[in-house]
């Protein structure tokens, strides 16, 4: 479990990986498809889905010629129970930061919006 | 705030790092009450709380002699929000897993009856 979190958290380290993760929340997608929003060679995407994947944070589908990138939760789900440990601290200590998430997913909501 | 991510994320990504992050979280303590419990010298104790406070995630308090640090729990409420955006891609996938074992389950109890 120590070293899932030690690959998880590294993989995150990265605003690349974390926008792949983005979108493959919002379904699975060929590495085509993948480098496409991305300034970027589809070599260097390839780097980043290599980290990924041995991470556990993705998985390739089955489909022969697109070779699909799938987002995998259950590294993610770790992560966030880890992180939810400090919860308790923060909303405990520190009120205001209540009130600073709320005001984040506020922002969150209006960019949505725009 | 990309920034704070990639900082935070990578700070996390060390079990010692972790485990420092765990001791501040029940009260401040000096470099040389955080070494105690790891097999390990007074600097390479340091080396790792110089990556956490460049992360923002401690901070050494006022008192002279003892230089205790304390988790500043601001950067972690931050990696909480990023990492809350998929607790409904996980919960979906699950709560879709939910469904379709009852679904199963319903299939075979109808083919029970027959």
Do not use: C
């Not at 926008?19 to 997608?29: F, M």
């Not at 259950?74 to 405990?92: C, D, F, I, V």
Request: positive net charge; without cysteine.
């Amino acid at each position: 479990m120590k070293g899932h979190l030690d690959a998880t958290f590294a993989a995150l380290a990265d605003p690349t990986r974390r926008a792949i993760l983005t979108r493959l929340a919002s379904g699975e997608a060929s590495v085509a498809e993948l480098a496409r929003p991305f300034a970027m060679s589809q070599p260097a995407i390839s780097k980043h889905l290599k980290v990924l994947e041995r991470a556990g944070l993705i998985r390739r589908g089955r489909e022969a010629q697109r070779r699909p990138r799938r987002l995998e939760p259950r590294p993610l789900a770790e992560a966030t129970g880890w992180l939810e440990n400090y919860r308790k601290y923060w909303e405990g200590t520190y009120q205001r930061l209540d009130a600073l998430l709320e005001e984040l997913k506020t922002t969150d909501r209006k960019k949505e919006r725009r």
